[in-house]
């Protein structure tokens, strides 16, 4: 978890086919991307006849260098970047992964969690298969590798039968790219063009950066190959559907919390949904208050939304220091609320004996929330209205997002009652599930497992068992 006390961000894959900077044109997707993973960021290239990797721990613009970009040949790349579950925040499961075998060399990135990839990695480590991390990437390379299918698409398409749960991939081989999605669609991968070169990214931002042109989203279920077409020679883009058909179940974090207000996610932009949850959680919980404050990043589109519906001036009161990275050195003194106090500041003359309303995406363990309240009552705040644009997140997600064990849900544990005493507001209000998928456009498409403690798929309550013994044991397979 962040030192905010956020959920944690999915990771972010892009790639790119037939374009001589492939690799500089990976970099700049990555740069977009990276609100989706701080920890770690990778990039393989290919000259037609070998990868290239580098990858490191940090942010896309610290890691690659123009050394490290001049090690990068070639006209197709894909890259990651990776927000790490617990533990796991190593070298060794950065992504991409990449490996040499029979087929020749490979490299993957995946953003997402697959729900069998325990169970997998057990049966390949029985039959004698060497792990190197704890990404769930590796379970798929080995699938892959083991294959007899004549080609290396045969052999992805093959292994994706044998998996299970929330993912979005690419695979990158000399000759061409792979990109999947799975059959009900958790993670998103969208699909453009940039001077004839194809396009694959978690997000429509990264399409943004590059001037490249939004197509469509790769669909639930679907394959695409890219093939090189830098000299001609037909549409370079091949698509399957090999996989059986689900009832898609889109992750709704996407637009609470997780996409970039620009990006276009499931045929939506997330600024409008964020926006109109604001607008329904101002009829639903109206308050007599003096000023509508955002809790930056996620929270101002659904403040200004707010602002809009109730009719209360919207303030900038929390300021955001963007330069702090994900560890900083704490001084040894204790100080009151440091960690938070690093990344956001109040500004006390827009505070100050003001009646506040407080725009957040949501509450996990209520900590965070607890002390910015905390902030705010310090500087003078006479009420505060803390407003969350989200249901109460009462279970685990098992499909990619790090949310921590039900345990320690404050949703789980507590009424709304109870949670407004905790975080010491002076009234608390979440939007409704219905409200919340109304924003949205379509309550028959997302999942809302987070909210409902019903999954969308039938795995669930043996991998909670798993994820237990996971815990007792110290085992932990890295899903990204």
Not at 213 to 239: M, W
Not at 360 to 366: F, M
Not at 435 to 449: E, F, H, K
């Amino acid at each position: 978890m962040s030192t905010l006390d956020k959920l944690g961000e999915e990771c972010g894959v892009f790639g790119i086919m037939s374009h001589p900077e492939a690799a500089r044109i990976a970099y700049l997707g990555l740069y977009a991307l990276q609100h989706r993973g701080q920890a770690s960021a990778g990039i393989v290239s290919s000259d037609g006849k070998k990868l290239h990797v580098e990858k490191g721990m940090g942010h896309v613009a610290d890691l690659f260098t123009e050394a490290r970009m001049e090690r990068l040949p070639g006209s197709a790349a894909l890259g990651h970047v990776r927000y790490p579950t617990a533990g796991n925040n190593t070298i060794q499961n950065a992504q991409p992964v990449m490996v040499e075998c029979w087929r020749g060399p490979l490299g993957l990135a995946h953003n997402g969690s697959l729900t069998n990839a325990r169970v997998l990695r057990r049966e390949l480590e029985h039959d004698g298969a060497i792990f190197h991390s704890a990404s769930a990437g590796e379970v798929i390379m080995h699938l892959m590798s083991r294959s007899r299918r004549g080609t290396v698409r045969e052999a992805f398409i093959e292994a994706l039968r044998q998996i299970e749960g929330a993912y979005s991939i690419i695979v990158l081989t000399p000759e061409y790219l792979l990109a999947a999605r799975d059959p009900r669609g958790f993670r998103p991968l969208c699909l453009g063009r940039v001077n004839g070169a194809y396009v694959v990214a978690s997000e429509t931002c990264a399409l943004d950066l590059i001037n490249a042109e939004y197509i469509r989203d790769v669909e639930p279920g679907e394959v695409v190959l890219i093939k090189n077409n830098e000299n001609g020679g037909g549409d370079a883009l091949e698509s399957q559907m090999p996989l059986p058909k689900e009832n898609p179940a889109f992750c709704v974090f996407e637009h609470i919390y997780f996409g970039r207000p620009d990006s276009l996610v499931f045929g939506r932009t997330v600024y409008t949904c964020r926006h109109e949850m604001g607008k329904l959680l101002a009829c639903e919980h109206p308050v007599n208050a003096d000023v509508v404050v955002p809790v930056p990043d996620s929270g101002v589109a659904a403040a200004i939304g707010f602002s809009h519906k109730s009719g209360i001036p919207l303030e900038f009161g929390l300021t955001r220091n963007h330069y702090v990275g994900r560890t900083f050195i704490e001084p040894r003194q204790s100080i009151r609320n440091f960690g938070v106090k690093v990344k956001l500041n109040p500004v006390r003359d827009l505070l100050r004996g003001k009646r506040v309303v407080l725009v957040d995406d949501s509450i996990v363990r209520g900590t965070t929330s607890r002390k910015i309240v905390e902030i705010i009552r310090a500087v003078g705040a006479k009420e505060i209205h803390v407003r969350i644009t989200s249901p109460p997140v009462i279970a685990p997600c098992y499909y990619g997002i790090d949310i921590p064990t039900r345990r320690e849900l404050i949703g789980s544990t507590k009424s709304v009652e109870e949670i407004r005493d905790f975080i010491g507001a002076d009234s608390l209000g979440y939007l409704s599930l219905e409200s919340t998928l109304r924003a949205v456009d379509d309550r028959n498409q997302y999942c809302s497992a987070c909210f409902t403690d019903v999954y969308p798929t039938d795995v669930i309550p043996l991998e909670k068992q798993r994820n237990l013994f996971a815990e007792d044991c110290g085992e932990e397979i890295d899903d990204e």
